[in-house]
């Protein structure tokens, strides 16, 4: 059952991270188009709208890949010094918390989300709808809560992660 | 309990929770939330959460980020590091420590294209330290050269640590990273004259290389000259006004890529792998970057930042004096913390102190970013260290921290002479952009 779950939190966090890939190539294609466009007065119009949400999905798209990989900082200069239980207990400590910040984020944000919609807060050239974002960033947090959750559940239940670097192709 | 007991007690769970191993983000997160909650309330603490993630997630300034670190996962894909070191090999190769030399000239041309110092010391080290141990070069100069040509990624523009500065200290991308080139020239030269007092002083550590002909120079030379165009023309049309940071870092993004298609080191894989590889460095960043900014609301409301600039002033020292206590607790903390978790949780704290002291912004910019370098090569934590040692796993560990000893005084050299002499920041950004 855990080991399910886990494999479509890896699937989840697979497709995140190619929305997010996808929306970091398309902000290059885009910026290089208004800035060649420029040259010839012809400018893309939004361009700068479509690159800063863009940058929602490249920054929260790649969030759970991130946590997947254990690619967030963290200062390890004591964890040759603690003793087995302690460290086992940091871990488990480190993925409930990251779990509820990432739940919390899409709450948050979801909340967020329903008051653009009613108020129909745009961009300000191409007036994108913020919400769509919005509900954008909400979804690719709680991919990583959930990845968080089942890296807690695998500390708890299986006394490991669960994480061996890889992810689901 | 007052305010400020409630701002210490925040900054002691938030270092229990670093000593416990939890992720710097998540830290700062759960206390900057939990002060808040407990210092204004619940309301305010979820406002702030959603608010500061979306907003700085879809920062048009924050563009540039994700960009700067696609341009140099490229560069480093297509073996553009490689070709600089190449040209610079040529050109000074001959002369005695012209290798180190050399790998110091191709980090500093690397740190042009990625803003990156851990990219740069690990690229520039696959490259580089190969060639000096054939040459029979003391492992230990090969090694700190390495190290240390490395921490200019993040004082040459276009720097990642400058970007990050630029958003705490809400001042501008484009000052920053004019102020840096000059230091970051500096500190270059200053690690050439470094390498040549070694082996004048003890020939025995790098002998003379082999003399290349006229011909292999013009090679080389012109082989470095599609990296050179890029980053003439990234980072001087940003100066040259052509360009906005965030334009130049798309711009030589797509550069870089056709540059990589064109001479067939880059396929659709490489760039798709290289393009998921900032992504999650993004994440990286921009998470921790949320992070500071739940912070700094809770610490702004426990007052700690007045009452420890009143403190300083309490002390009736001169204002260069409060600086130099604060650089000194820079460089006393680079040696445990990562310069980027060192940054983010200081500045809330001493960046008020600062600008009440009418001290330049832009100026202790560069002398912050600096003392980051510096403890990205000092003991126990200095990264780049590691970073030579996993590309060269025969020097040990000591001898990569005595190999760049000499670098280490050099930095802190160059950091007096910025101190000394503060024009050497600022001229460029107020004669080409004006005063801030």
Known sequence: MLARLDQWAARLTSLAALIGTLGLIAQVIVILADVIGRYFHAPLRGAQDISTMAMVIVVFGGMALCERLDGHLSVDLFEPHMPRWLRYASDVLAALLGAAIFFGIAWTVLESAALSRMLNLSTNIIRLPKAWFQYALAGFALVTAFGLSMRAAFLLFKGHSGRTGEVAK | MSDMSIGVTGLMILVGLLVLRVPVAFAMFAVGFGGVAVLRNWDAATSLLASESFTLASSSELVVIPLFILMGNVASATGMSRRLYDAAYALIGRVRGGLASATIIGCGGFAALSGSSVASALTMGKVSLSEMERFDYDPRLAAGSVAAGGTLGILIPPST?????????????????????????????????????????RPGLAPTGPRTTLKGKVHSLLGALPITSVIVLTIGGIYGGLFSPVEAAAVGAAL??????????????????????????????????????????????????????AFLSGLALPSLAVLALILLCYLVLGCFLEGFTMLVLSMPIFFPVILALGIDPIWFGVLVVLTLEMGLISPPVGINVFIVKSVAPNVRLGEIFVGVLPFWVAMLLTLALLFAFPSISLILPNTMIGGG
């Open chain 2, 161 to 201: 640590g400058f970007v990050i500065y630029a958003i705490l200290a809400q001042e501008s991308i484009g000052r920053l990273f004019l102020a840096g080139v000059l230091p970051g020239i500096l500190l270059l030269t200053m690690f050439i004259v470094t390498i040549t007092l070694m082996c004048w002083v």
């Open chain 2, 256 to 309: 870089v890529i056709l540059f990589g298609f064109v001479s067939g080191n880059l396929d659709i894989a490489g760039l798709w792998q290289a393009s998921k590889d900032s992504v999650v460095t993004t994440a990286t960043v921009m998470l921790i970057l949320i992070a500071a900014h739940m912070m700094n609301p809770f610490l702004a409301l426990s007052h700690i930042p007045q009452a420890l600039g």
